[in-house]
């Protein structure tokens, strides 16, 4: 097989994939929409940000614990960033922050704060409670 027809056959493979696709977005077409705002990684982003928050607490308490829990997700999505544009090592120091945004990406940071800001303000009214 030659180079010129694996690239055709991978073509019309691609083509047979996004027939298939077309029809499940006919079945469901409030699907595409929903999923836009909220998907699976955002509830657990949300998930796992409280829980390293919770390994957290003990050693830097509850605020240092959820600070450090987000800016491992925004570090995550700013490298992820980077890779989009070429690389670390292809693009300029601010580069992660500045491009490549949506609202997915945005979300995929914005719900483990909102998630380790609630767990810090409940555990801080569950010890105030207590005392």
């Known amino acids: ?5 694996v690239r055709a056959s991978l073509y019309v493979n691609e083509e047979h994939v996004n027939e298939e696709h077309a029809d499940e977005e006919k079945k469901f077409p409030c699907a595409e929409a929903s999923s836009m705002i909220l998907n699976g990684t955002h509830l657990e982003h949300f998930v796992i940000g409280m829980g390293i928050q919770v390994c957290l607490w003990p050693f830097f308490g509850r605020w240092a614990a959820g600070a450090i829990s987000v800016a491992v997700f925004l570090g995550r999505e700013i490298a992820q960033h980077e890779y989009k544009g070429g690389g670390g090592n292809a ?3 601010y580069y992660g922050l500045v491009y490549h945004w949506s609202l997915d990406s945005a979300l995929d940071v914005l719900s483990p704060l909102l998630a380790c800001l609630l767990l810090a303000w409940l555990g ?8």
């Not at 097989?1 to 027809?5: D, L, N, P, V, Y």
């Not at 801080?124 to 207590?130: I, K, P, Q, S, Y």
């Open 124 to 131: 801080g009214a569950v010890l105030r409670r207590r005392a």
């Open 1 to 5: 097989m030659t180079a010129g027809e």
């Open 91 to 93: 693009v300029s120091w």
